[in-house]
């Protein structure tokens, strides 16, 4: 990672992949945006621009609201598949009393350590969701 001013992105979504797309153009320094094919394979109909998010949220990079839900019994960080999973879940573990604290890695460079810092600070508890795969 030793390129100067390289920005490495995430999305969850194809809204987000617009949004962030477009905060990349305008960007002056080398940006890099992860959206898995799998992904878009998933996602049924059309995408709604007009629900794209906010420019300055898409990349250069304090979590946007649509990114981030409140929560404070832990802290769960995920990007790309496990935003879909970890969303999938927040209902079932709410009604078990568990108040999850979600926050969507959209950029992994560079990392919004503020939103971060701020989560620990309500939960004191960390979960990272990877979908990273074994290998050896």
């Known amino acids: 990672m030793g390129v100067p001013g390289l920005k490495i992105a995430t999305a969850s979504s194809p809204e987000a992949a617009y949004g962030i797309t477009k905060s990349m153009i305008r960007d002056d320094g080398p940006c890099f945006l992860l959206f898995p094919v799998k992904l878009m394979n998933q996602i049924k109909g059309t995408v709604n621009l007009g629900q794209c998010m906010p420019l300055k949220a898409a990349l250069l990079h304090k979590a946007s609201d649509e990114s981030v839900k409140s929560g404070n019994a832990v802290t769960v960080l995920t990007y790309l598949h496990g935003v879909k999973e ?51």
């Open 86 to 136: 970890s969303m999938d879940s927040i209902e079932q573990l709410n009604e078990k009393g568990m108040d999850i604290d979600l926050i969507e890695l959209r950029a992994l460079k560079p990392l919004d350590m503020e939103t971060i810092r701020d989560s620990l600070q309500r939960t004191n508890k960390l979960c990272i969701l990877d979908e990273s795969t074994r290998s050896g």
